[in-house]
């Protein structure tokens, strides 16, 4: 069935729908892979010595590289193929799932992390491009929803899953499932057309480069800044380098006759505003998730199961709007719904940064229910602005524009949200370290579940330990979501001014 045949047809020909499934499912599991270890975080600590600022590498590790490479891997796939650059993610990315089943070392599995992050890089951009590139224009805005909704809810989905697999087994399951989600849809993408520009535009070495190596270096800067501080010469140098870099990149871009992004489309109304919204809440979305799953399993108490059926609640309102915000966006305007739903966002982060040790799971639900709301609302509308800004034979890096936006978002947000959270601790707790044997004073002072492991083991005695430790654990994930939270309303200001308003006619 050609084109024509598809926009008289009133049903799609069930190959678009096998199409939006396998690119539904692939999103899925990048986005889940993002948050799959949230709940494994206190195990992980324990069993290999993690400690806290470790601890957000092994999730950021991850999510640096599929920020960092993102963009290139797009374009890769405009030129060589995007279910070719779908099936060598997958391989990748299952082949590094694979690596910590081996070897349990903090080291390596922030390795394994971020190889699996160049595998997820390849993965994502080539889900979204194939569907638009695939389906006929006046179906687009409906499979786009759809894969948006789908990825805004990755994230509760992976928490869910590995919350499953630790209630009856280790943290080395949820590598295991990850290795074979992934090697299930490696086979699944060969029944996929292949999709490809016909003129195989060219690459851009130096422009990819430059991206990476800006993006990159931002991102670290933004971790290692409040553990060492924001004067810290480190921390200006790496800021400095990725400003650096980045400028070189707008430069090269500028100039070159086959960009790896035209800059251009930044200034773009739709493509501008539609990048920036969705970078600023994947940034709330990944760091309020790091916070939560813990606050519920380190000072509730609650089993990794549990902490991750608590988190479910929010897929309900989250896939309902997310289905009806292109058509709301289409009647009052995307500029209405995408700032409507960043102050929704921040208004559930707020009320998170007022939970204390003696909060209920009612005082932790009705906070996710609101970030839900906000979530859904503004997760389609951005990514359809971008996909319609942009040429066809530029779809890929479209789609990669739109996945860098989400990753580099959700890097940042865990860095910023691990970081605010391990100084707030490290703050509250230095007090309590000289009244401590010699040996525990470091796993105490760098990560919380090694205080309540110490405490367990001491007994009663070990009581006011416990009492300190958590409440300089709360004080930390407090200050934590109020950062966030300042984060999103302030960028819901330049959302409400620059994204476009209704149609007219």
Known sequence: MDTAEVLESPRLPRSLWWMLTVSCL??????????????????????????????????????????????????????????????????????????????ADPIVLIAARASAGVGAALIMPSTLSIMTAGFPPSDTGRAVGIWAGIAGGGGVLGIIGSGALLQWWSWHSIFAALAGAGAVLLVIAFTLPESREADRPPLDPIGSACVAVGLGLAVVGTIEAPLRGWLDVGVLGLFAGGAVALVTFVLVELRSEHPLLDIRLLALRGFGSGAASITIEFLAIFGVFLLLVQYLQLVLGYSALQAATAMGPMIVPLAAISVVAPWLADRIGPR??????????????????????????????????????????????????????????????????????????????????????????????????????????????????????????????????????????????????????????????????????????
């Not at 990315?93 to 070897?103: D, N, Q």
């Not at 110490?454 to 004080?475: I, K, N, T, Y």
């Open 26 to 103: 692939a999103v899925a599991l990048v986005i889940a892979s993002m948050a799959a270890l949230y709940t494994a975080l206190p195990s992980i600590a324990v069993d290999i010595g993690a400690g806290q600022a470790q601890l957000t590498w092994i999730v950021d590790g991850y999510t640096l590289a599929l920020a960092c490479l993102v963009l290139p891997a797009g374009a890769l796939g405009d030129r060589y193929g995007r279910r070719r650059a779908l099936i060598v993610g997958l391989l990748v990315f299952s082949v590094a799932s694979v690596l910590p089943l081996l070897v």
């Open 336 to 505: 209405v719904v995408m700032s409507a739903g960043m102050v929704i966002l921040a208004g559930g982060l707020f009320a998170a940064s007022r939970l204390d040790g003696g909060a209920t799971y009612l005082d932790v639900l009705w906070p996710l229910l609101i970030m839900s709301v906000g979530i859904g609302l503004g997760m389609a509308p951005p990514t359809a602005l971008i996909m319609t800004d942009t040429p066809m034979a530029k779809q890929g890096v479209a789609a990669a524009v739109n996945d860098a936006a989400r990753e580099l978002g959700a890097a940042i947000g865990i860095a910023v949200a691990g970081s605010v959270l391990a100084a707030g601790y490290r703050a509250r707790i230095e007090p309590a370290l000289p009244r401590l044997p010699e040996p525990a004073r470091g796993p105490v002072s760098e990560s919380f579940a090694a205080a309540l492991e110490l405490a367990d083991r001491s007994g009663p005695v070990a009581q006011p330990l416990r009492e300190f430790a958590e409440a300089a654990f709360v004080h930390g994930i407090s200050q934590a979501a109020f950062v966030l939270g300042c984060v999103v309303l302030v960028g819901a200001v330049p959302i409400a001014c620059w994204a476009p308003g209704r149609k007219r006619g």
